[in-house]
Every structure is written in structure tokens, then in C-alpha cells.
């Protein structure tokens, strides 16, 4: 069964962590998956964005747990699970690096106009997730859900994040990558898809709306 942490939003925090998030996509245009500088370990680092992913990607879930470096099924990983406190919700998230290249490539470059083509990076992130989904909705009428996660069924939603909107404006690509997210269903189920600089904005609206209401 998946060893999850338990945790709660510390909204000081959290406003100290976005400070620090919006100060690392403005200092930083490019930024790398792994290694000491890189996504992953600055969200490790920072448990209160990881948890309030949930609320922000996913409905409005509230997390009660997580767990970084997440196994599905003992076969394939994602980089954050997130969990409501019933354990029956999941947010499942799979980063990717944040560079010039991370959701598209140049195909073909001429002297006065280029063509891009959907990069390695990014399907290999989007078909991570079309494998989460596969498997778990191949084990859903099976004793291996309630095994792995402790619910006899779940509800969950997979989310990939990646590259940076300043290089999808460069290159006009932002309607693009709009409208293959917008339409991606995978098995009825969306496959949800974020900039780093749109889960930035995602997190700063879901934390005032969180402040308005403790003021309340």
C-alpha cells in the first residue's frame, strides 16, 4: 500500500513558497526536471505547493496526504501523488523540464519561416500518463486497487506540467498546445495539461481564495 504523508496547508508558508516560486520562473528561464537545481527538488522541498495542487488542478480536492516519487501499480511512477482525506481521490502529477524545447521542437527552419513538431519531451510525459490511466482503469473491478491505494475504488486525474509560456508565445504556438489539451480525452477522462507559469498562477488564485475565506 502507498506509504503517504500526511499533511496540512500552512497558509504563511505557502505565501512564503509562491514568493519563492514566482521568484525561480522569473529568475530562471530555463529550468531542468532533476538534479539540485531543478523542479522536482524545489517542490520536494516545498510540500504546501505540492498540496495545493489539489485544490487547484483538481476540483478543488482537498489534500490531506502526498507522496513524492509515487509508484502506480509497481509499474509505472509519477512524480507527486496527491490525496483527499477519504484516500479515494488522487491527483497524480508527472513534471517535465521547463526549456525552450520542452513541448516543441523545430522540424524545419528556412530563411524566413520555421515548423514545429510536438517534442520527445512531451510525449513522453503525455504518455505517461495515457499508462497510468491504462493500467489503473485495467485493475478497476480487480482486489489490486484496494492493495495499492487502501480504497476499493478511486477517483483520480492525471496532470502533466512542462515547458514555459514565454517560448510557446515566441513561436505562436500557445493556440496549438491549447487546443490538443482542450481536446484530449483519453477513456472519457481528461488529460490535463500546464505551463509552469500557468500552475503559478493557478496556485497564487487558489491561495487568495483560501486567504478571502480564513478572513471571513
Known sequence: MLALVS??????????????????LAEQPCLDEAGPRGLQQFFNARPNLVLLMSRALFDGIAAAAYLPGCSIMQEFYADFAIADKTGSKFLFVEFEHAKRNSIFSIKTAGKSSQSYQWSRTFEHGFSQIVDWYFRLDDYHRTSKIEEHF????????????????HFLKQAGLMQRFEWRRRHTVINSRNLRCFTFDELARELREHYEALLDFDAK
Do not use: C, S, T
Open 150 to 165: 487502501g480504497a476499493p475504488k478511486i477517483e483520480y486525474l492525471g496532470v502533466l506540467i512542462i515547458g514555459r509560456d
Open 7 to 24: 499533511a496540512r496547508l500552512n497558509l504563511p508558508q505557502l505565501g512564503a513558497d509562491l514568493v519563492a516560486l514566482d521568484a525561480l
